[in-house]
Structure formats: C-alpha cells, structure tokens
C-alpha cells in the first residue's frame, strides 16, 4: 500500500513541504504533528508495522490515552518529507497511561519523535480540551520576521498581539484571541512544553522567543493559514518600521479594530485594546 495514497497523510506531506518552501525550516528546523481520526488510522492501518517499544515523554495527559499521531522526526529535514516519508515522519501510538508513545509506522533507520514531542504532546491535550476535542494540528516553525520581532518588542502577549493586529486588516479576524509569548528558553524540554501549553489554553499561537512561534488548528489550512498570517504580519511591521526609519506614521486605531471585530463578527481580547 502507498501511504501516499492516504488523504490524511497527502495533507500531511503537503504542509511540511508548504512550510519548507516558505523557508520556515531550515536544516532541521521545526516540527508538525497531527492527531488522527479513528477512521484515519483505519486508513493506515494496512501499513502499520511491528509496534517498536514503548517510550517515555517525562509528560502524561489524561485525555490523550491511545490517540494516534502523524509526527515529524527528531533531526529529520522538511526539506526531505516530501522525497522520503518513510525517513523523515512516522505514526506513534499513545499507551493507556498517557504518558509514552510507540512507533507503528516510519521513523525508519532509528529515527525518533520530533525533539519538541513534549510540547507537541501537551499542547494537543490543552487545545483538544479547549476545542472540544475539535484541534487536531501543533505546529512549530521559524519564521524569520516573527522571529526578528522577538528582538524589538517587549515579550508580551499585548504587544505582540497589537503590533500584529496592526500590521494587516485581516489579522485581528484571524486570531482575535492574539497570541501568547513564551519568554526565552532552553528548548527540547519539559519546562518549555509546560509553558508553552499553559498559554495555549487561552491562545492559538505561542511566540517563542528568539526561536519561532507554535500555531494550533482544526485542520492543516487553519494551523498553516495561522502561521502563514503572523509571519506575514511580522514582515509588514518590519518592514513599515524599517523604511520609516523606526517611526510609524499612523497605523490600525483601536476604533477601527472594534469596527472590523462587529463586521466579522468576531470577538477582540479585551484587555489588549486601549480606547
Ligand atoms: O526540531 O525546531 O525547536 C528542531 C526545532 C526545535
Ligand atoms: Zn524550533
């Protein structure tokens, strides 16, 4: 069976490349994961393998007992995923507990879950919870003006959420809830992953800064559009300072933010608007 053949993984497959050609991943920069279906992982289940071990996270979560994920691998390359698969992404099966997957599908040659599966792991059961189990994408990427910002701005949730919301109309209907912003640190670990997540109960996208930014959604189109909206954003804001010396002329008024939210019918964090 060609595991290319399987929509959930053609979608798959396509964002990882989408995000390489976007030039969010260089060497073996970010990571996706994507919790399946039941009818997803009957889809796949022909090309399920010998199950490997079992494998420790040094993080537990109730309400993702035996869920089923699609993962990039650790040190793997975006760049790769679309040429080799097999190599370079893989399906894990969560135990009983919560708390260790094992390898059903690729990962081959002795590849692991992405370095980042913790946070990954914690993030979907924050976002699965707070979406009523609606979330099914985590996605970490680099994007270089986000990024960039982090250097600029204050690290936090307001004034990245504004200076965002500022840069392009679209924005504040595209993540009204703004972003959270995760202070430096190391990454890889169960610190960073238990930081992360707990904004993600309260925010779709975590910046992290001086590394990148964390997009969640429903599906590949929403956590991809969310990423690809922000980093957008961030181009325009850099660039608007960059030619205007550091100085804006003028920008979105919060009027107009509050007019844009009534139109689109959507609903502005509150305590991130002044007037
Ligand atoms: O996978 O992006 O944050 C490499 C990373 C770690
Ligand atoms: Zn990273």
Request: net charge negative.
């Given at each position: 069976?060609?595991?290319?053949?399987?929509?959930?993984?053609?979608?798959?497959?396509?964002?990882?490349?989408?995000?390489?050609?976007?030039?969010?991943?260089?060497?073996?920069?970010?990571?996706?994961?994507?919790?399946?279906?039941?009818?997803?992982?009957?889809?796949?289940?022909?090309?399920?393998?010998?199950?490997?071990?079992?494998?420790?996270?040094?993080?537990?979560?109730?309400?993702?007992?035996?869920?089923?994920?699609?993962?990039?691998?650790?040190?793997?390359?975006?760049?790769?995923?679309?040429?080799?698969?097999?190599?370079?992404?893989?399906?894990?099966?969560?135990?009983?507990?919560?708390?260790?997957?094992?390898?059903?599908?690729?990962?081959?040659?002795?590849?692991?879950?992405?370095?980042?599966?913790?946070?990954?792991?914690?993030?979907?059961?924050?976002?699965?919870?707070?979406?009523?189990?609606?979330?099914?994408?985590?996605?970490?990427?680099?994007?270089?003006?986000?990024?960039?910002?982090?250097?600029?701005?204050?690290?936090?949730?307001?004034?990245?959420?504004?200076?965002?919301?500022?840069?392009?109309?679209?924005?504040?209907?595209?993540?009204?809830?703004?972003?959270?912003?995760?202070?430096?640190?190391?990454?890889?670990?169960?610190?960073?992953?238990?930081?992360?997540?707990?904004?993600?109960?309260?925010?779709?996208?975590?910046?992290?800064?001086?590394?990148?930014?964390?997009?969640?959604?429903?599906?590949?189109?929403?956590?991809?559009?969310?990423?690809?909206?922000?980093?957008?954003?961030?181009?325009?804001?850099?660039?608007?300072?960059?030619?205007?010396?550091?100085?804006?002329?003028?920008?979105i008024e919060?009027k107009s933010l509050r007019a844009i939210?009534?139109?689109?019918?959507?609903?502005?964090?509150?305590?991130?608007?002044?007037?």
């Amino acid at each position: 069976m060609d595991i290319t053949s399987v929509p959930v993984m053609q979608g798959y497959l396509r964002m990882c490349d989408d995000g390489w050609q976007q030039g969010w991943h260089e060497r073996n920069g970010g990571n996706l994961t994507y919790r399946m279906r039941p009818q997803e992982v009957e889809a796949f289940r022909p090309c399920f393998q010998t199950p490997g071990e079992w494998v420790k996270m040094g993080v537990k979560a109730e309400n993702l007992k035996g869920e089923y994920f699609i993962t990039t691998g650790s040190g793997r390359y975006f760049r790769n995923v679309k040429e080799d698969p097999a190599h370079n992404v893989g399906v894990v099966e969560i135990d009983e507990e919560g708390e260790a997957w094992r390898i059903l599908w690729g990962l081959q040659e002795g590849a692991k879950p992405t370095s980042e599966f913790p946070s990954h792991f914690l993030n979907h059961s924050v976002r699965k919870a707070a979406t009523n189990g609606e979330n099914r994408v985590i996605y970490h990427a680099h994007p270089a003006n986000l990024i960039a910002m982090t250097y600029i701005l204050p690290l936090t949730a307001k004034d990245f959420t504004r200076a965002l919301w500022q840069s392009a109309t679209e924005c504040p209907v595209v993540f009204p809830g703004g972003v959270g912003v995760v202070p430096w640190m190391v990454p890889g670990g169960s610190e960073i992953a238990w930081a992360t997540s707990k904004l993600m109960e309260e925010y779709d996208a975590a910046v992290w800064a001086h590394h990148g930014l964390f997009c969640s959604g429903p599906d590949f189109d929403t956590a991809f559009g969310l990423m690809h909206t922000i980093e957008k954003a961030a181009q325009i804001y850099l660039l608007a300072l960059s030619a205007g010396g550091g100085k804006l002329r003028q920008t979105i008024e919060d009027k107009s933010l509050r007019a844009i939210a009534k139109d689109f019918g959507v609903t502005l964090r509150e305590e991130f608007l002044e007037s």
